[in-house]
């Protein structure tokens, strides 16, 4: 091998990088600075006194480290995104947690509110014993009857049932079924659960009737929902 190849070889060996680089560079359309220009111009010269033999293996291994490089670029960047990705779903989880907290509490502050009103609104209701017997009821005397018994906030309810099963008639009968009074209880016997005065005490006829949604449908606004959907409770 002559002096020229071996120091050829030696120099490019040593900016084996920097040579296929620049002459990676020139080939792919980069802008060369003057002085780039002058070091790819050397880089190049020192490339060509390479044996040709090991020209390929210098290239080969400039353009691995650059595929090297530019992995371990995209998995910092992916790495960085993905953590950025993680606190970010953090975040959300703890705001949407947080949220579902608070909307569990205040429907629970509402429910406790709306059993204690209900219960107040009761406690002030009159029993169907404390009202005095008469030989005839009016169709507002036994309304007036009726509101003094059924809690405020489910009077409206009630009222509306009533309406629709006996116009607020307490002897009205059903000529076809026999069906009876103002909730038109079938048989009609069914009043004497709540007094034995009930063919002559609408305010009888009411405690059965009030005692009956509350049973059956939780509240007469439960009674009239159902009533609504089925035109029967």
């Known amino acids: 091998m002559s002096r020229i190849s071996v120091r050829g070889f ?17 080939a792919s359309g980069s802008t060369a600075q ?4 002058e070091a790819t111009a050397a880089d190049t010269t020192l490339l060509a006194e390479i044996p040709a033999g090991q020209q390929a293996q210098v290239q080969t291994a400039s353009l ?9 670029a995209a998995d910092a960047s992916a ?7 993680a606190r970010k779903a953090a ?3 703890a705001i949407a947690k947080k949220a579902d907290a608070e909307q569990a509490a205040k429907e629970a502050k509402e429910r406790a509110e709306t059993k204690a009103a209900e219960a107040a609104s009761r406690s002030d209701v009159r029993d169907s014993s404390s009202f005095p017997t008469q030989s005839s009821y009016s169709v507002a005397q036994i309304q007036a009857m009726a509101r003094q018994m059924v809690a405020g906030d489910q009077f409206q309810c009630f009222s509306n049932i009533v309406d629709h099963e006996s116009s607020w008639n307490y002897q009205a009968v ?6 009876y009074g103002l909730f038109q209880a079938l048989p009609a016997g ?7 005065d009930w063919q002559t005490n609408p305010a009888t006829q009411i405690k059965w009737g009030l005692n009956y949604m509350n049973e ?5 606004c439960g009674a009239w929902s159902f009533w609504q959907a089925n035109h029967w409770y």
Request: glycine residues 6%.
């Open 91 to 93: 975040a959300e989880t």
């Open 10 to 26: 030696a120099v490019a060996s040593a900016t084996a990088v920097t040579a296929v680089g620049s002459v990676v560079g020139v």
């Open 34 to 37: 003057p002085n780039d220009a």
């Open 64 to 72: 691995t480290q650059q595929a090297d490089a530019q992995a371990i």
């Open 174 to 179: 059903n000529a076809s079924s026999g069906a």
């Open 79 to 85: 790495k960085k995104d993905a953590e950025e990705a």
């Open 216 to 220: 059956r449908y939780h509240s007469p």
């Open 190 to 196: 069914k009043y004497a659960s709540a007094g034995a």
